[in-house]
C-alpha cells in the first residue's frame, strides 16, 4: 500500500504510537476533574492521535480510524453533551450547570458534583477532538 | 414558565439552536432553516416576556449555577437590556424569513453553515446584552465575533479577504476590551459590573482606572465601526452575502455601542466622555460625505451606518436624558431601516443584477413594492415625519440644546441635509429620471421593456412588515419612549 511518506518506518512507528496517545489522551481527560488535564487537553491528544494516522498512513486507510465526515456531527453532539448537563440540572428545580440537581439517583450532593464535572468533560473531549480533526481535514483535504 | 429564568434561556436557547441546526442540516437544507427559525421565534418571545417583567417587578436576575455574585456570574434582564434582545431577536427571526430565499440564490451550499453561524453570533450577542459580568461580556464578545467573521466570509468572490481585515481589527478590539479590563481589575479586584460600578467612584480619578476605561471604549469603538475606526466595515459589508449583511448591520454594531453605554453608565460618564462626542460629530460629518461619494448601494448603506453610529455614540455621551433617549430610540430605528434597506438592495441585485444606484432606473415598474419599502425607510433615514428616524433625531437635537451645545445641533442638521443628499440620488435615479416613452438610447429601450418582476414572498414580507413597523415606532414613540426607554435610563432608574 502507498502512504505519503512511503517509508515502512515511518508507518511502523505511527502504528505504534497511536494507541499509546490515544490512552494518555483518555488518562488526561479522566484525571481532569482532580488533577491537572481535562477535556480540552485529553481532546487535543486525541485529536493529535488521529491526525497522526491521517499523516503517516495516508488519508484513506485513516478514516477506518475516525472518518472525515463525521466529525461536524460529533463536534455538535460534544457540545449538546455540555449545554443538555446544564439544562437537565435546570428541568431538575436548580440553577444552569448546578450538578447538584443532576437527575441522576442514589448520589450525595458532592458525589454528584464530581460526576457532574466528568460528563461535562466528556461532551468538551470530543468536541475538541473532533473539531480539531474537522480543521486538519479541511487543511489536509480529506 | 418562571420569568426568573429567561436571562439565562435566552442565549442558552440559541446555543441549543446553533448545536442542533447542524444535525437537522444533515436531514436537508430547509430543515436546518425551520430549527433555526424556531429557536428564534421562541427567544423573541422570551425577550418581549422578559421585557414586560422587568419593566413590571425590577430587573430580573439568573446566578448562573447557583454561584450568588460577586463571585459567580450573574446574568440581568433590565429593561435597558431587555429593550435591546427585543431588537435583536426581532430583527433575527425577520432576517431569517427573509435569508431562506436569499442565501438559496445567492449560496445555496453554505445555507447550513449559515443559519449555524446565525445562531451562534446571536447567541453571542444576546449574552453580550444580558450578562452581569464584564469578564462573561468578553466571552460572549468572542462567540460573537468569531461567528461574525465566519458569516461574512460567506458571500462574493472578495468575501473571505474582508472578512478577514475584519478579523484581525475585531481582534485588536476585543484585545482592547480585555487590556482595559485587566486594568480595571486589579484596581477594584471585582468583574460583577453592578460591583464595579459601586468601586469605581472609590478610587475616582486614577490614573489606571482611566486607562482601563479608555482601552475599553476603544476596543467597543473599534467593534461598533466608530469613525475612524470604521475601515473594516464598509469593505466587509459590501461583500458579504445580503442575508449576513442585513443582520450583522442592524444588529452587530448596535450590542457593540450597547457595551460602551454599559461602560459608561458603571463608570458614572466621565469628563473624558467629551472628546467621545467631538469624534461622533466628526464621524458623522464625515461619513456622510463618504457616503455621497459611492456608487455601489451596499457600500453606500455601510458608509451611512458608520454616520448613523455617530449619531447613537453623539447622544450616549453628550450625557443627557433627552439625547440618552435618541440615542435609545435611533438604536431601534436604525435597526428597522438598515434591515429594510440592505433587504431591499438584496432583492435589487437579485432581480435587476447591479448594485449601481445609476443602474436604478425603472425600479418603481419593475419592483413597486420593494420601491416603496424603500422610500419609507429612505424618508425616515432623512428623517420626515410621521417615520420612526424624525423623532429620534428631535430627541437628538433637544438633548443637544439642553447641553447647551449648539455646534452639535448644526452637525446633527448638516448630515440631515447631506442624508438627503446621498439617498435622494437613489430616488431621483429610480423614481424621476425622465423617461418619455418612445426614446431610442438603449437605456430607454430597456425601459420600456421593463415587466413587473417582484423579488419572491418570502424575501418581500419581512421587508414590507419593517416598512410598517418604522411608521408604526415614529406614531408610538411617545409609548415607546415613556413605558421602556425612561425606566431603563440610568438617571431615572437610579
Known amino acids: 500500500m502507498k502512504t505519503p ?14 494507541p499509546v496517545i490515544q490512552i494518555i489522551g483518555l488518562y488526561v481527560f479522566f484525571h481532569g476533574h482532580y488533577s491537572p488535564g481535562g477535556g480540552f487537553q485529553g481532546g487535543v491528544l486525541l485529536a493529535a492521535s488521529i491526525l497522526l494516522a491521517r499523516l503517516s ?7 477506518l480510524l475516525f472518518p472525515a465526515r463525521k466529525t461536524i456531527i460529533f463536534s455538535a453532539l460534544g457540545a449538546l453533551i455540555f449545554a443538555g448537563t ?15 440537581f443532576l437527575p441522576l439517583p442514589g448520589l450525595e450532593p458532592a458525589e454528584l458534583r464530581n460526576w457532574g464535572i466528568l460528563i461535562i468533560e466528556s461532551g468538551v473531549t470530543l468536541t475538541v477532538m473532533t473539531s480539531l480533526i474537522a480543521i486538519y481535514d479541511e487543511i489536509i483535504g480529506c | 414558565m418562571n420569568p426568573i429564568q429567561i436571562p439565562l434561556l435566552i442565549p442558552v436557547t440559541f446555543l441549543f439552536a446553533s448545536l442542533l441546526t447542524p444535525l437537522a442540516g444533515l436531514l436537508g437544507r430547509s430543515w436546518a432553516h425551520l430549527v433555526s427559525l424556531a429557536g428564534a421565534v421562541f427567544v423573541f418571545f422570551l ?17 448562573v449555577s447557583g454561584w450568588l455574585p460577586p463571585m459567580g456570574i450573574e446574568f440581568v434582564l433590565d429593561p435597558l437590556a431587555g429593550f435591546l434582545e427585543v431588537i435583536i431577536t426581532g430583527m433575527t427571526v425577520l432576517v431569517l424569513i427573509y435569508a431562506r430565499k436569499s442565501v438559496e440564490i445567492e449560496n445555496p451550499d453554505k445555507a447550513v453553515p449559515f443559519y449555524t453561524l446565525t445562531m451562534l453570533l446571536m447567541t453571542g450577542l444576546s449574552g ?23 458569516l461574512l466570509a460567506i458571500g462574493g468572490k472578495r468575501a473571505p479577504f474582508s472578512a478577514f481585515r475584519y478579523l484581525t481589527l475585531g481582534t485588536l478590539g476585543a484585545g482592547f476590551y480585555l487590556m482595559g479590563l485587566v486594568f480595571l481589575f486589579m484596581t477594584t479586584g471585582t468583574l460583577n459590573m453592578a460591583d464595579m460600578s459601586r468601586m469605581l467612584p472609590l478610587v475616582n480619578g486614577s490614573f489606571t482606572v482611566t486607562t482601563g476605561l479608555i482601552l475599553i471604549i476603544l476596543g467597543a469603538g473599534l467593534k461598533m465601526g466608530l ?43 466621565p469628563p473624558l466622555i467629551e472628546l467621545l462626542t467631538w469624534v461622533a460629530a466628526a464621524g458623522i460629518i464625515a461619513a456622510s460625505i463618504l457616503a455621497i461619494a459611492q456608487s455601489d448601494i451596499k457600500r453606500m448603506l455601510a458608509y451611512s451606518s458608520v454616520a448613523n453610529i455617530g449619531y447613537i455614540a453623539l447622544g450616549i455621551t453628550l450625557a443627557n436624558p433627552l439625547a440618552f433617549i435618541g440615542a435609545m430610540l435611533h438604536i431601534l430605528n436604525h435597526a428597522l431601516m438598515k434591515a429594510v434597506l440592505f433587504f431591499a438592495a438584496g432583492g435589487i441585485f437579485i432581480k435587476m443584477g447591479t448594485r449601481d444606484i445609476f443602474q436604478l432606473r425603472g425600479l418603481p415598474k419593475k419592483m413597486p413594492f420593494t420601491a416603496g ?12 415625519p410621521p417615520t420612526g428616524g424624525f423623532f429620534s433625531k428631535i430627541y437628538l437635537i433637544f438633548g443637544a440644546i439642553e447641553a447647551g451645545t449648539w455646534f452639535f445641533v448644526a452637525v446633527i442638521l448638516i448630515s440631515t441635509l447631506l442624508n438627503f443628499v446621498y439617498f435622494f440620488r437613489v430616488i431621483q435615479t429610480s423614481f424621476f429620471k425622465p423617461y418619455e416613452n418612445g426614446g431610442t438610447t438603449d437605456d430607454d429601450v430597456k425601459y420600456e421593456s421593463m415587466e413587473m418582476d417582484e ?28 413605558k421602556v426607554i425612561t425606566p431603563g435610563h440610568p438617571w431615572f432608574s437610579g
Open chain 1, 5 to 18: 511518506s512511503g517509508s515502512p518506518i515511518i508507518q511502523v512507528a505511527a502504528r505504534g504510537l497511536v
Open chain 1, 57 to 63: 498512513l495516508g488519508t484513506e486507510v485513516s478514516q
Open chain 1, 86 to 100: 446544564g439544562l437537565a440540572a435546570l428541568l431538575a428545580g436548580g440553577h444552569f450547570l448546578n450538578y447538584e
Open chain 2, 47 to 63: 425577550s418581549l416576556k422578559g421585557l414586560g417583567a422587568a419593566l413590571a417587578e425590577g430587573p430580573l436576575r439568573y446566578y
Open chain 2, 128 to 150: 453580550m446584552v444580558i450578562t452581569g459580568d464584564l469578564f462573561n461580556l468578553y466571552v460572549f464578545l468572542e462567540i460573537s465575533a468569531l461567528a461574525g467573521y465566519a
Open chain 2, 227 to 269: 469613525f475612524p475606526l470604521h475601515t473594516w466595515l464598509p469593505d466587509a459589508y459590501t461583500n458579504a452575502s445580503s442575508a449576513a449583511t442585513s443582520l450583522i448591520a442592524p444588529v452587530g454594531t448596535k450590542v457593540a455601542a450597547y457595551i460602551m453605554i454599559r461602560m459608561l453608565i458603571i463608570s458614572g460618564f
Open chain 2, 373 to 384: 419599502a424603500m422610500l419609507i425607510a429612505v424618508f425616515s433615514m432623512v428623517g420626515i
Open chain 2, 455 to 482: 423579488m419572491s414572498p418570502g424575501m418581500l414580507v419581512p421587508t414590507l412588515i419593517i416598512s410598517v413597523v418604522i411608521i408604526l415606532v415614529g406614531l408610538f414613540n411617545g409609548a415607546i419612549v415613556d
